[in-house]
């Protein structure tokens, strides 16, 4: 293995045995992430981290707040179109800036190193780890609701479940890349499978003439007039449901052909995932009052009890399956954002490396499982997540602002697609107004996540801003990088220059392609 050159690229490869019978040589393999993930499996990343425990639990919280049925399908449906405005935003960022890491990515590129280390710190530190704690905690939970039907399952019991689901799946990750989307293909399927069951049997209800809460004159009434700030609170609890329509640009440079394949798998899994969850809404409301499922705290399981008889088992089953592939999806993503920061110099360089052999980020996905684990020993997960919540509905704004910016700052740059400049003037109204009433409503929550956010500040300037440290301090980072590529026989990736290449290199040819919105 050879040095580092001033990129973090490592000039590494392996080069096969020369066969002298063979008159022109082998073009040498070189070590970096292989572009695996074709339309179908990037259908299924964005679909599968859509679909995790929110339909099968949020409906409540839009109900409760919204106060009537016909309102809470109109809030189901309007979110599913704002999640569509921000994808339209996040598909021109993705082939503009064609870079693993997302908003990091973005934010870095536009906004400069600071703005883009404190997304990366707070999704690191708190929202990720979080988030895959609470989705863990949510499989254990419905895989042993069969064993302690009279009483919740103990708490021990759940956290040794979850963990043991985390490594197995950290193990995947580390193994395959291939077989980690094979798995993230199938558990989406099955999640889709579990909700047409739902959707299916509420249609049999409505054509055996069980639809009168789904009449408009019963649909819209309501007890009170639910106030602004409730209707924006149903938003966010909708948007809970439909959070991870933007992961596939994580892995943008593991997709095969991104600047077609980006686009595409975002126009399809939007659309049917907002036409799953509006039908799923429906199905509840055919064959269950809002009294019941206000009661409910898990409306599918409640839906599964009352029409579904002996095979009501399937419910709690159909959830631990979700669950369980929207961990695997959100390792294979999160981890993949721990790379691209340590990439650009703004996390342990250990963590840009990837296995000789398997081409898989195992330091950055062994981070990311630690942390988590970390979190579910803690065990304040639901105080998180209300930070959460905030810090990643903030990240979303800025990093569409980002866009609007860059379209004044280089106007001149290729962009393979252009969306209309209404796309994302919509999606920053929406956004400003559900941010201030988050704000006026849960001052302490967005505050917290603020100061959360904030405390990277003087992280970045110590850590990456300082360059003049003492020598024992880099000593120390060399030999602990050392230790771990042993350990994990990892190294630094090559890449091509063309794909790397920054996009201020790239001409203009912008004025020879219709935008997006006029095609």
């Known amino acids: 293995m050879e040095g580092q050159n001033c990129n973090n690229i490592c000039s590494w490869t392996h080069k096969p045995a020369a066969d002298p019978t063979k008159k022109k040589k082998e073009i040498p393999e070189r070590v970096t992430l292989k572009k695996e993930i074709g339309l179908l499996s990037a259908c299924t990343i964005i679909i599968g981290n859509i679909i995790g425990s929110g339909i099968f639990i949020s409906p409540k919280g839009v109900l409760e707040h919204c106060g009537s049925v016909g309102l809470a399908l109109v809030v189901w449906v309007l979110g599913g179109c704002v999640a569509a405005l921000g994808s339209m935003c996040y598909a021109e960022l993705g082939v503009t800036i064609?870079?693993?890491?997302?908003?990091?990515?973005?934010?870095?590129?536009?906004?400069?190193?600071?703005?883009?280390?404190?997304l990366l710190w707070s999704a690191v530190l708190i929202m990720y780890p979080t988030t895959l704690a609470v989705i863990a905690l949510t499989f254990s939970s419905y895989v042993l609701q069969p064993v302690f039907q009279n009483c919740a399952p103990p708490y021990m019991a759940t956290r040794l479940l979850s963990a043991t689901c985390l490594l197995l799946l950290t193990w995947v990750?580390?193994?395959?890349?291939?077989?980690?989307?094979?798995?993230?293909?199938?558990?989406?399927?099955?999640?889709?499978?579990?909700?047409?069951?739902?959707?299916?049997?509420?249609?049999?209800?409505?054509?055996?003439?069980?639809?009168?809460?789904?009449?408009?004159?019963?649909?819209?009434?309501?007890?009170?007039?639910?106030?602004?700030?409730?209707?924006?609170?149903?938003?966010?609890?909708?948007?809970?449901?439909?959070?991870?329509?933007?992961?596939?640009?994580?892995v943008t440079e593991e997709v095969v052909?991104?600047?077609?394949?980006?686009?595409?798998?975002i126009y399809i899994s939007i659309p049917l995932v907002t036409f799953v969850y509006t039908?799923?809404?429906?199905?509840?409301?055919?064959?269950?009052?809002?009294?019941?499922?206000l009661s409910s705290n898990a409306v599918a399981v409640t839906f599964g009890e009352k029409l579904l008889g002996a095979f009501a088992i399937i419910m709690p089953i159909s959830v631990a399956?979700?669950?369980?592939?929207?961990?695997?999806?959100?390792?294979?993503?999160?981890s993949r954002l721990c790379f691209?920061?340590?990439?650009?110099?703004?996390?342990?360089?250990?963590?840009?490396?990837?296995?000789?052999?398997?081409?898989?980020?195992?330091?950055?996905?062994?981070?990311?499982?630690?942390?988590?684990?970390v979190i579910l020993c803690i065990g304040e997960t639901h105080n998180l997540i209300n930070y959460v919540s905030f810090i990643n509905y903030l990240s979303y704004g800025v990093t569409i602002a980002g866009l609007l910016w860059y379209r004044w700052k280089k106007p001149n740059l290729y962009r393979p697609i252009k969306v209309n400049l209404l796309v994302p003037v919509s999606y920053l109204m929406f956004w400003a107004l559900l941010l201030g009433f988050s704000l006026y409503s849960e001052p302490v929550v967005c505050g917290v996540g603020l100061v959360i956010m904030l405390t990277g500040v003087p992280v970045y300037f110590l850590g990456v801003h300082?360059?003049?440290?003492?020598?024992?301090?880099?000593s120390f980072i060399a030999w602990a990088t050392s230790v771990g590529q042993r350990l994990c026989f990892v190294v630094f990736p090559q890449f091509d220059p063309i794909e790397i290449a920054s996009p201020s290199e790239w001409t203009d040819r912008s004025s020879s392609r219709k935008s997006f919105s006029s095609s």
């Open 173 to 250: 990750n580390c193994s395959s890349v291939r077989m980690a989307t094979r798995i993230q293909d199938v558990f989406t399927v099955g999640k889709l499978m579990a909700l047409c069951l739902i959707i299916v049997v509420g249609l049999v209800q409505i054509f055996n003439g069980n639809y009168e809460a789904l009449t408009p004159q019963v649909a819209f009434s309501m007890d009170r007039t639910p106030s602004v700030g409730h209707v924006a609170l149903a938003f966010l609890q909708a948007s809970f449901a439909f959070s991870g329509w933007n992961f596939l640009n994580y």
């Open 98 to 118: 064609p870079k693993s890491g997302g908003d990091y990515s973005y934010v870095t590129e536009i906004f400069g190193g600071l703005t883009g280390f404190l």
């Open 279 to 293: 039908l799923t809404n429906i199905a509840y409301f055919s064959s269950m009052s809002p009294e019941e499922l």
């Open 340 to 373: 691209s920061g340590a990439r650009e110099g703004h996390l342990p360089s250990l963590l840009a490396m990837i296995h000789y052999k398997k081409c898989t980020p195992i330091p950055a996905l062994l981070v990311c499982c630690a942390a988590t684990i």
């Open 321 to 334: 399956l979700s669950t369980f592939g929207g961990i695997n999806g959100y390792l294979f993503t999160s």
């Open 257 to 265: 052909e991104p600047r077609r394949n980006l686009p595409r798998a």
């Open 466 to 474: 300082w360059k003049e440290k003492p020598k024992c301090i880099y």
